[in-house]
């Protein structure tokens, strides 16, 4: 596999997006000219044709904005919760962010002190977010995506105290199928967490190089990227839930099924 990333002005518009900006994207593209519910039922064979590669980026960007400033207000306010929350606020926050699945408040024994919805489609797993983990500082978000058979979960955790002393956790939970329909073109993103394929779009996964990267090393060294694999082209960007990486890619030709 052959990769090439574009710099310089790409680099400069992937971190006005990735910081939180709130400009439309429209006027962002303009000022800095650079980088940046349910499956569908018929995965997509793909053909590629010569495109624009700095079109495409700005293809991804439009795709990704939305969802990005989404969840830049959805991590402030998560993050920002270190005591134990009243069940107004747990409310509230299910209504400003209706794409989470749930919200649960639970002890350093892993024990729901208060849990919505109170009955959950899928199995839930506190347990992984509670174990030490040397990549869990002390007062920071944590989280991980759990596997099930109805589709993969995303967790995300602020540890909450009393008296300096830490007593358990909120978690909130979310499937990504619900959240890339805030995109105008959900169908045309994949977005995964390393292995684990969290939306495929129209896509075949499993046939598309995103499926075979070792993010893990990628991640590394790189926050976004433009790579070929065959003769095809992709790009994709990475924003971070807590410690998830959430990475959002897209086919840079136009495709069509055959």
Known sequence: MHYSLRCGVALCALLVLLTGCKQSVNNTWRETKGYYNTYLNTPAELEFAEVDVEAA?????AMYTPIGEELEKFVRVIDAKDVFPD???VDATMKRFPWLSGIAVVN???NVLMQRPSVSMKPLNFAPLL????????????????ETPLGNEAYVAMPFFVDN???GLVVAHFDARNL?????NPEELVVLSGKKMLWSGKYNFESTPFAQINWEEMLSEESHGV?????NSYTWLVRYVGNIPMIF???IAEASAS
């Open 131 to 146: 174990d030490e983990n040397k990549d869990y500082g002390f007062r920071a978000l944590r989280g991980y995506v759990d």
């Open 57 to 61: 980026e700005d293809n991804l960007a």
């Open 165 to 167: 002393e830490m007593k």
């Open 249 to 251: 890619g897209t086919a």
């Open 108 to 110: 350093l024994e892993g």
């Open 180 to 184: 890339v329909e805030l995109s105008p």
């Open 87 to 89: 069940l107004a606020w």
């Open 227 to 231: 790579f070929e694999e065959s003769g």
